[in-house]
Nanobody
Framework: QAQLVESGGGSVQAGGSLRLSCAAS????????MAWFRQGSGKEREAVAN???????TYADSVKGRFTISREAADNTLYLQMNSLKPEDTAMYYC????????????????WGQGTQVTVSS
């Protein structure tokens, strides 16, 4: 059974850093595309970054140069290192996975975690 469990969210001041983790069950193997999405209050869910089975990465323009997505095959965990955080980064962050090629389209992802809240104060 596919399962994704996020952790690492919290409250931080602008300019600070956080590292999110997403533990994936063995059903989601290293060939899956994995991604981070976020949804701010009253906003639509948007893609933040994704990583494919070969380690190729794609980032939203709003986080380029500040966020880094990575995955550890040994423990099947996805990470998101977030630096230079801004108040506009405040959102619920979700981990997602799909068995086909990587995408930034929300509806293409069939597996989702429960989310972890990130709050950035000015």
């Amino acid at each position: 059974q596919a399962q994704l469990v996020e952790s690492g969210g919290g409250s931080v001041q602008a300019g600070g850093s956080l590292r999110l983790s997403c533990a994936a069950s063995r059903f989601i193997n290293r060939n899956y595309c994995m991604a981070w999405f976020r949804q701010g209050s009253g906003k639509e869910r948007e893609a933040v970054a994704n990583i494919d089975g070969a380690g190729g990465t794609t980032y939203a323009d709003s986080v380029k140069g500040r966020f880094t997505i990575s995955r550890e095959a040994a423990d099947n965990t996805l990470y998101l290192q977030m630096n230079s955080l801004k108040p506009e980064d405040t959102a619920m962050y979700y981990c997602a996975a799909r068995s086909l090629s990587c995408s930034f389209t929300t509806r293409f992802f069939g597996y989702w975690g429960q989310g972890t809240q990130v709050t950035v104060s000015s």
